[in-house]
Structure formats: C-alpha cells, structure tokens
Nanobody
Framework: QVQLVESGGGAVRPGGSLRLSCAAS????????MVWYRQAPGKQRELVAR???????NHVDSVKGRFTISRDNAKNTVYLQMNSLKPEDTAVYYC?????????WGQGTQVTVSS
C-alpha cells in the first residue's frame, strides 16, 4: 500500500510560479512511474507530466517549457515545478503512482490562477 500526500497548491496571478510536492509512503517508491494529473471544473482528468524510474520524463504539450516534473527517490517525493502559470492551468492537481495493474492516488491540491 502506498499513500500519497500532495502539497504546494494555492492561488497565484498569471505569470506566477508554484511548486507542487507529492510525498509517498512505502519503500518501493523508486520503482513507480509517478504522474501528475489535473482536472478542471467540468473537464476530464488529464495527464500533465510523468517521470519514469529511469528519470525519463514526458510533459503534455500545453505545459512544455513551463512545467517540470522531477523526483527525489531518497525523499520518496515527486515535484511539479510550474512557471508562467496561465488561467487555464486552474485545476485540482493529483499525484498518481503507477505500476502495471496498480494505481495509487493522492487527495489532490487546488491550483488557481487568476488576476
């Protein structure tokens, strides 16, 4: 069993920055593909970025050049650095730990970008 706890959300003006953190319990964190999703009101949940056990990363096109996913296996933590935030980035951001046949989710953290 893996428990995920997100933090770092909040309200920010357009152009601002936030860093989300997701702390995981358990001893096999390094094996998981760690993923950040987001869900805006009235929209489906979408994958934002993911990082593999190798350290390779993928980012959805809409955040490329602005968001960066990273992980610290020694701290069992995955991060999402979000720069140049836009109003359309407003959503609840969820952390996910994935292995084939296994998914764990955090409770979500709200990010609001508004002037």
């Amino acid at each position: 069993q893996v428990q995920l706890v997100e933090s770092g959300g909040g309200a920010v003006r357009p152009g601002g920055s936030l860093r989300l953190s997701c702390a995981a319990s358990g001893t096999i964190f390094s094996r998981f593909i760690m993923v950040w999703y987001r869900q805006a009101p009235g929209k489906q949940r979408e994958l934002v970025a993911r990082i593999f056990s190798t350290g390779n990363t993928n980012h959805v096109d809409s955040v490329k050049g602005r968001f960066t996913i990273s992980r610290d296996n020694a701290k069992n933590t995955v991060y999402l650095q979000m720069n140049s935030l836009k109003p359309e980035d407003t959503a609840v951001y969820y952390c996910n730990a994935h292995l084939p046949g296994v998914d764990y989710w955090g409770q979500g953290t709200q990010v609001t970008v508004s002037s």
